[in-house]
Nanobody
Framework: QRHVVESGGGSVEAGGSLRLSCTAS????????MGWFHQPPGKERHWVGA???????SYADSVKGRFTISQGRAKNILYLHMSNLKPEDTGMYYC??????????????????WGQGTQVTVSA
């Protein structure tokens, strides 16, 4: 069965750094798309960044220059390196994956499999 798990959240002061990890598991195949999403407290979830099956990485404008996505040695592992964290970065971070070759990596609707989320808190 396919499932997605995130880890690495925590509490930091503004300007600090965190690295989030995501593992997307399947018995035989790597996912085509993997993405990161952020949901601030009391607000809607929004896209942060993603990688597609051609290893093309894209980011939301709000995190460009601060967040970096990278793959582990195993292609079903994805990292989100977060630096220069701001209080507005606080919230739940979700990893999502899809095994459909036609997935659009920046679209929430493209993902069928989601992790439980990991908490990030950034204090001023």
């Amino acid at each position: 069965q396919r499932h997605v798990v995130e880890s690495g959240g925590g509490s930091v002061e503004a300007g600090g750094s965190l690295r989030l990890s995501c593992t997307a598991s399947d018995v035989a195949f790597n996912p085509y798309c993997m993405g990161w999403f952020h949901q601030p407290p009391g607000k809607e979830r929004h896209w942060v960044g993603a990688i597609d099956g051609d290893d093309r990485i894209s980011y939301a404008d709000s995190v460009k220059g601060r967040f970096t996505i990278s793959q582990g040695r195993a292609k079903n592992i994805l990292y989100l390196h977060m630096s220069n964290l701001k209080p507005e970065d606080t919230g739940m971070y979700y990893c999502a994956a899809d095994w459909n070759w036609a997935c659009v990596a920046s679209n929430d609707g493209a993902y069928k499999y989601w992790g439980q989320g990991t908490q990030v808190t950034v204090s001023a």
